[in-house]
Every structure is written in C-alpha cells, then in structure tokens.
C-alpha cells in the first residue's frame, strides 16, 4: 500500500513526497518511528497494513496532500 502524489504509485512521472517531508512528519509524531511504513522512490509505503495502519496512513495522506493507494490501484479513504 502507497501514500502518493502520483495518479498512479506506479507512475513514473508525477509530484513526490520529499524525503526532508517525510521526516518532518514522523518527527512531529513520535508514534510513527514504530509503524511499519518507509519512504520510498516519492512516496510512502507498507506491505500488509492492518486495518489500524491503513487508518493512519490515510490520516498521513491528508497532512502531506497525498492519497492512499493500493497495489493494484484502488484508492482508500478515512
């Protein structure tokens, strides 16, 4: 699963997430060091998220102007 900018994560061209951005948000918010996403290629990523981590990624998706993505293209909401 994918917090992007892109329209697709896949996409090869397309707004990424800034590495600086990312550390930005975790240091803002001591709780993300132990969640199971990393930053990658532009955007933010978790493999095999619980329902727990998809509900923070897409509160993550909203901070960083972004939007929550799944492998296979589907999009999630809060």
Same mark, same amino acid.
């Given at each position: 699963?994918?917090?992007?900018?892109?329209?697709?994560?896949?996409?090869?061209?397309?707004? =990424?997430?800034?590495?600086?951005?990312?550390?930005?948000?975790?240091?803002?918010?001591?709780?993300?060091?132990?969640?199971?996403?990393?930053?990658?290629? *532009?955007?933010?990523?978790? @493999?095999?998220?619980?329902?727990?981590?998809?509900?923070?990624?897409?509160?993550?998706? @909203?901070?960083? =102007?972004?939007?929550?993505?799944? =492998?296979? *293209?589907?999009?999630? =909401?809060?």
């Amino acid at each position: 699963m994918h917090i992007t900018r892109r329209e697709n994560w896949w996409d090869e061209e397309g707004q =990424d997430i800034s590495r600086a951005e990312w550390q930005a948000v975790v240091a803002a918010d001591s709780g993300l060091a132990m969640a199971p996403l990393w930053w990658t290629a *532009g955007r933010i990523v978790s @493999k095999n998220p619980s329902d727990a981590v998809i509900a923070t990624m897409c509160q993550l998706a @909203k901070v960083l =102007d972004a939007r929550v993505q799944g =492998d296979d *293209g589907e999009y999630y =909401d809060a």
